[in-house]
């Protein structure tokens, strides 16, 4: 059974059909790309997927379940975190705060403590304390433990954003242009970061991204979507040599 399989998705805004048949499946441990000119539909995808959205036509599973009539915080719980296009942080609360946000969305705290090889002994508060600071470690942001959201550089609040979508315990993780505004130099350490979450972590990982240096990179297999419907699946050099793919993105001057 896949993770997760959406089939013949589809929603319409006004007499715009941005998305539409959308037929994806991935199986825990993948981590695939989603990639298409602006406008395909690529966030609308993660709108549908955890909820914001609901299609008006197809169906979505996730181990198993229909989501569909689940809303988003039941499909958070569920296994599925995401992170924005535009970061959404909590700006005025601590670094540290904001993991403990998503450590209280999640219903898998023993799960996170294994992973993060906490000792059993520590308990409430404590744990809380614990789990946020392994999770910030993992992103070499515990020095910043204490400092304002909104004061941290601007490829750091990224990470910051994986970490608390990390702490609600995963089993799919949406990222939406992680590397948008990254220098060539965070762009690079953010792929070596989503290689090392996803080990550590084993979780499926769908990564929306236009720096295709990261996605070809790193992905397994890519699906590539035009006016809201795939037009290619592959691997990266599959999707690199396709054609079909090459014009849709010279067609829109990218
Ligand atoms: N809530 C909405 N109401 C009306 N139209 C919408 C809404 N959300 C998305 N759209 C439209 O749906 C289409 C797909 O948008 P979407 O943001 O999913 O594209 P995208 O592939 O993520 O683009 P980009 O790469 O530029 O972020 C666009 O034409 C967009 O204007």
């Given amino acids: 059974m896949s993770l997760l399989k959406a089939e013949g998705l589809g929603i319409q805004f006004g007499g715009l059909k941005a998305v539409d048949e959308f037929n ?3 199986d825990k441990d993948q981590l695939y ?19 914001v959205y609901k299609p008006t036509s197809g169906q979505i599973l996730f181990d198993g ?11 958070t719980q569920l296994g599925i975190a995401r992170t924005f296009q535009n970061i959404r942080l909590f700006k005025k609360m601590s670094v540290i705060d904001n993991v403990k946000v ?32 392994s999770l910030l470690r993992v992103f070499d ?18 990470k910051l954003e994986i970490a608390r979508a990390l702490a609600t315990a995963p089993k799919l993780l949406l ?5 948008a505004g990254m220098n060539p130099i965070e762009t690079e350490e953010l792929m070596e970061t989503i290689k090392i979450v996803r080990e550590k972590f084993s ?10 240096k990261l996605v070809m990179g790193i992905c397994e297999k890519i699906a590539v979507l035009n006016f809201g419907t795939v037009l290619a699946f592959g691997t990266p050099d599959e999707i690199k040599n396709n054609p079909d793919v090459v014009a849709a993105y010279l067609g829109n001057e990218e």
Avoid at 33 to 51: E, S, Y
Avoid at 65 to 75: A, C, D, G, N, R
Avoid at 120 to 130: I, L, P, R, V
């Fill in 203 to 212: 979780i499926a990982i769908l990564l929306i991204e236009h720096d295709m």
């Fill in 175 to 179: 990222l939406d242009e992680p590397a």
């Fill in 65 to 75: 379940k229909s989501l569909l009539k689940m809303t988003p915080t039941q499909i």
């Fill in 33 to 51: 790309g989603l990639i298409g000119p602006n406008g395909a539909g690529k966030t609308t995808v993660f709108n549908l997927l955890t909820g």
């Fill in 141 to 158: 942001l515990e020095k910043y433990a204490d400092v304002k959201a909104g004061n941290l550089p601007y490829g750091k609040q990224r």
């Fill in 102 to 133: 998503g450590l209280h969305h999640s219903q898998n705290y023993s799960l996170l403590s294994s992973i993060l090889h906490l000792p059993s002994y520590f308990k409430g508060e404590e744990a809380m304390q614990e789990m946020a600071m």
């Fill in 24 to 26: 994806f499946e991935m």
